[in-house]
Structure formats: structure tokens, C-alpha cells
């Protein structure tokens, strides 16, 4: 055998000997074992009934319209507080307004025990519009939900009258054939979290 077979020999030799003591050293017992994790997270589901609250034609000043819905919490989590956005549009007609048709919606919150109708807030469509949501339920939600808010599978009936009024000083009749566009957006917020 010549030197470079000799050679050639031995550095396998090395290379085989190092590959045995390399995978020696780590061949320790092992196991593993596998879990299952879940994380669902609940739903806050908010309706109304009927989503419709008022459609009326033929309004004139003096005329009140009461009307009752209900607002249900179909979700799976409770729901802490509700707010009340208030956005509408006037349509003028024959482009003759000097005043905001708003001003002269009223809206009165009630309250409904024992057929008897307590207003437990009044203001008009035009400073509802520009109350922030947060101050409406302190005046609107806040004295029916209480501290329990609207617990999962409940409802809450709100009734609401509106009044075009008429014992004012402007002159109405600026209004005629107007219309008056309204979208309350109600909004729910979930309880704390908790430890579970």
C-alpha cells in the first residue's frame, strides 16, 4: 500500500471514529406528548326590533308619536353598557330653511311602569345629534340597565316620544313638504375581564 493509500486510509478512519463519539455523546432516552389549546372568543350581538323605530307622513306641528322597541342581547357575552348615536338629514323641500327642522323635533326617553309615562330625559333631535354617545346613556340607559347591564339572552324595552312642536316663535311653515331623515346607531360594549 502506498503513502497515499495510507493516508486516504486513515483520514476515514478519523472521520468514522469522530461520527461515532459525536452521536454518542447526545443519544439520550426522549418523549414528547402533544396538547390541544383553544382560545374562542365570544360574540357581543346587539339587536333591535323592529329596526325601524318611525315612519311618518304628514307631520305637522302638534303631533306626538310614541313608539316602543326593544333591544335584545342575542350574543354569548354580557353586555356592560349600550350608547346612542344620533345622525339624521333634512331634505328642504324648496330650499327656503333658515332654521335646522331638528330644532324642533323633541324627544322624550320614558320610562314604563304600571301604564304610567315618566320622561326620563327630553332634549331635541338637534342636541341629541351633538351629545356624545357616552352622555346619552347616562341620561337614557344607565337608570333602566342599572349596574347588570343586558345580561345574555335579554331584552330592554325603550320607548321613545317625538313632538313636532308647535309653542314657538319661528315661523314653521318653512318646513312644509320637508323631510326629516334619523339613524340612531346603538352600540354595545362588553364587561371587565375576569380570570378564568
Do not use: C
Not at 312642536?165 to 314653521?172: A, C, K, M, N, Q
Amino acid at each position: 500500500m502506498g503513502i497515499k493509500q495510507q493516508l486516504g486510509m486513515g483520514v476515514t478512519t478519523a472521520v468514522l471514529g469522530l461520527t461515532l463519539i459525536g452521536g454518542g455523546t447526545f443519544a439520550y432516552f426522549s418523549d414528547s406528548v402533544d396538547t390541544n389549546n383553544t382560545f374562542a372568543a365570544g360574540s357581543l350581538d346587539l339587536d333591535a326590533e323592529p329596526t325601524e323605530v318611525i315612519d311618518v307622513d304628514n307631520l305637522k306641528p302638534g303631533d306626538s308619536m310614541v313608539r316602543d322597541f326593544e333591544l335584545q342581547n342575542n350574543g354569548s357575552l354580557d353586555i356592560d353598557a349600550v350608547t346612542l348615536e344620533t345622525d339624521y338629514t333634512v331634505i328642504d323641500a324648496e330650499g327656503d330653511n333658515t332654521e335646522d327642522f331638528g330644532e324642533f323635533i323633541e324627544v322624550e326617553f320614558l320610562y314604563n311602569a304600571d301604564n304610567l309615562d315618566e320622561v326620563i330625559f327630553q332634549t331635541t333631535l338637534s342636541e341629541l345629534q351633538d351629545m356624545e354617545p357616552e352622555a346619552i346613556s347616562e341620561h337614557v340607559f344607565y337608570p333602566e340597565l342599572g349596574d347588570d347591564g343586558l345580561p345574555i339572552d335579554e331584552s330592554h324595552d325603550l320607548v321613545v316620544q317625538f313632538n313636532f312642536l308647535s309653542d314657538v316663535e319661528e315661523d314653521l311653515n318653512q318646513f312644509q313638504g320637508d323631510s326629516l331623515e334619523m339613524e340612531w346607531t346603538f352600540t354595545a360594549t362588553q364587561t371587565e375581564g375576569e380570570e378564568l
